[in-house]
């Protein structure tokens, strides 16, 4: 496996999931890494001693990226004691089912606000010194459901949320090319995670997890690695001629809203 030399990265949401397996990744190429949490600081604290029991450097660093000074701050620490961030990986995120009855101001504020504010917050964090330096990679995490997929029910809102960050994806990396900076996304299907198995009990999550495998042409759900193969993949050094595309990696799903798409 080739080693990045004089990488930093910010992996919001980091702690858990896909943020974890991306931040191991991540390490594993020679990147040091930031793992940001909101509330888990266990976990955060348990990889980051993973990570340095394998050679690696790993800092974690607690804030909510709703809260832009938090978000300022933690980018500033990162920087100190790791190094000039080359990688920002917006991987934190919420979700929130609600239907059209069920809708109420507060919940959908929050939701926006993390999943919206936090990637706006991240990359207002460092894209001066990426500009600086004439260098960075940026990578957003989105949803399949942003491409209006109807696999889960109550899922509009959370949807309209990371339709929002494609569409910032992409108007971003119009904006930061000429800096040398790249901004992509990965949009998973369904993946083995906290996040969606949540509160289900085991024969719950074995009936979501047989629906969603069902339509995808890969016969299955995904696990978090493969989210991450992903990012580090548009992470990468050698990746400077990717930029504005939000890459699903779902399984070849079939479920999806097709009209007028």
């Known amino acids: 496996m080739p080693k990045w030399t004089n990488q930093t990265a910010l992996v919001t949401g980091g702690a858990r999931g896909i943020g974890a397996a991306t931040c191991r ?15 888990r600081a266990d976990a955060a604290q348990a990889l980051v001693a993973e990570i340095t029991a394998a050679g690696g450097r790993a800092i974690a660093v607690q804030a909510d990226v709703a809260d832009e000074p938090a978000v300022q701050a933690m980018a500033a620490r990162t920087e100190a004691e790791l190094g000039p961030i080359t990688i920002l990986v917006n991987n934190a995120g919420i979700g929130w089912a609600a239907t059209i009855d069920t809708w109420e101001p507060k919940g959908f504020a929050r939701l926006r606000a993390v999943n919206v504010d936090g990637t706006i917050h991240a990359i207002r964090a460092v894209v001066a010194g990426m500009r600086e330096r004439r260098y960075g990679r940026i990578v957003n995490t989105s949803s399949i459901a ?23 994806t992409k108007r971003f990396a119009l904006e930061l090319g000429e800096h040398g900076i790249t901004v992509n996304a990965v949009a998973p299907g369904l993946i083995r995670s906290d996040m969606t198995q949540g509160s289900r009990t085991p024969a719950e999550w074995e009936t979501m997890r047989e629906n969603f ?8 759900v995904g696990e978090p690695e493969e989210i991450a193969r992903a990012i580090t993949f548009l992470a990468a050094p050698d990746s ?6 939000v890459l ?11 009209h007028g798409a």
């Open 248 to 258: 699903a990696v779902d399984g070849g799903r079939k479920d999806y809203i097709g």
């Open 213 to 220: 495998a069902r339509n995808a042409m890969a016969g299955r």
């Open 25 to 39: 990744m991540l390490a594993a190429h020679g990147a040091a890494v930031a793992v940001n949490y909101a509330r």
């Open 240 to 245: 400077g001629f990717i930029t504005a595309q």
């Open 146 to 168: 942003s491409f209006g997929t109807c696999g889960f029910a109550g899922n509009h809102f959370y949807a309209s949320t990371k339709a929002e960050v494609n569409i910032l």
